[in-house]
């Protein structure tokens, strides 16, 4: 008989499909943004603890885009620089989506990390 066990807390949910999209949205939802302060931004929120690859975000802004969540424009449409992306209002309903399902995990994650270090550390 196969026992299935709770997902591991501190790594796999974390980095579920919800993470990254929530944090693009949220930090588009302040101001326009383009990928790699996009990354900055999200190594600068999680305190270093998770970071996101050139080949993850790009995909996902592209995705988002494509969704409707985020519009993208061009710095300089000539050259095609950097796009900056600011989220729409159907962005805007999605991020509260997700936002609201995500905050479930991340009580689990605090409590798992409390009791975590009264165990060890009284």
């Known amino acids: 008989m196969e026992r299935t066990t709770p997902k591991d807390i501190f790594l796999s949910e974390v980095k579920t499909r919800d993470v990254f999209p929530l944090l693009v949205l949220h930090i588009v939802r302040e101001e326009p943004g383009y990928g790699n302060a996009i990354m900055a931004q999200i190594r600068e929120i999680c305190a270093g603890t998770m ?18 969540y985020v519009n ?51």
């Open 51 to 68: 970071s996101v690859s050139p080949n993850t975000i790009y995909p996902l802004l592209r995705r988002l885009e494509e969704k409707g």
């Open 72 to 122: 993208g424009e061009w710095e300089r449409p000539d050259t095609r620089s950097r796009r900056f992306y600011k989220i729409t209002p159907r962005g805007e309903e999605k991020y509260e989506e997700i936002r609201a399902r995500f905050e479930v995990h991340l009580l689990r994650v605090r409590e798992a990390i409390e009791s975590l270090h009264r165990e060890l550390y009284g």
